[in-house]
């Protein structure tokens, strides 16, 4: 396989999972080596304001948990049942001391994670709809650092795949008849202009 076959590969099977085996820990030697990844990412200005809170502690865990909002298209489901929550999390900060707008980089470095963890098997989710105050009191981060995304992980209970858009254009993901969360995506040939 090319590595361009292999890139491929790794960004189709990188999907957003919300349902995960809550019995399969992540180290936190496992989070740190993801998160080394962001250090070969482009940075705007080359700044990399960015730093991360690893989360692998039960009770941490248990803790932030409340503070996050899942799947805003699934509205009659408030996110994952216990046995099937992240067994880890990264929280994504921008180093206020050092910027205030981190431009592109955060898109940029989660990529890198979630391709990371994906080459590992390891499942995630990119939350940007979080409580920031609950958030912030439940890790005790310092107000120097401002929560930008939380990422969270495990490894996947549930199954989700591309398709096709339709015709009719809805982008929102849905699960099929059996239970496969469907990603709609636009084809190469609207892509292009």
């Not at 998160?35 to 960015?50: D, F, I, K, M």
């Not at 939380?150 to 809805?170: Q, R, T």
């Amino acid at each position: 396989m090319t590595d361009f076959e292999l890139l491929k590969d790794l960004l189709i099977k990188n999907r957003s999972i919300r349902r995960f085996d809550s019995s399969k820990i992540i180290s936190e030697s496992t989070l740190r080596s993801l998160v080394e990844l962001t250090r070969y990412c482009a940075s705007g200005r080359n700044l990399q304001p960015l730093r991360y809170r690893l989360v692998t502690n039960p009770k941490e865990c248990a803790a932030l948990f409340p503070a996050l909002a899942w799947a805003g298209y699934y509205k009659d489901w408030d996110g994952p049942e216990e046995n099937e929550r992240p067994v880890a999390y990264l929280v994504q900060c921008i180093d206020t001391e050092l910027a205030q707008d981190c431009l592109c980089d955060d898109g940029l470095q989660l990529e890198a994670i979630t391709l990371g963890a994906t080459a590992l098997g390891i499942s995630g989710c990119i939350i940007k709809a979080f409580n920031v105050s609950a958030l912030i009191e439940s890790l005790a981060i310092h107000p120097r650092f401002k929560p930008r995304y939380v990422l969270a992980l495990g490894y996947p209970s549930e199954k989700a795949e591309i398709v096709n858009l339709k015709p009719d254009g809805d982008i929102k993901y849905y699960r099929d008849e059996s239970d496969t969360q469907c990603v709609p995506k636009r084809s190469i040939a609207t892509l292009l202009i």
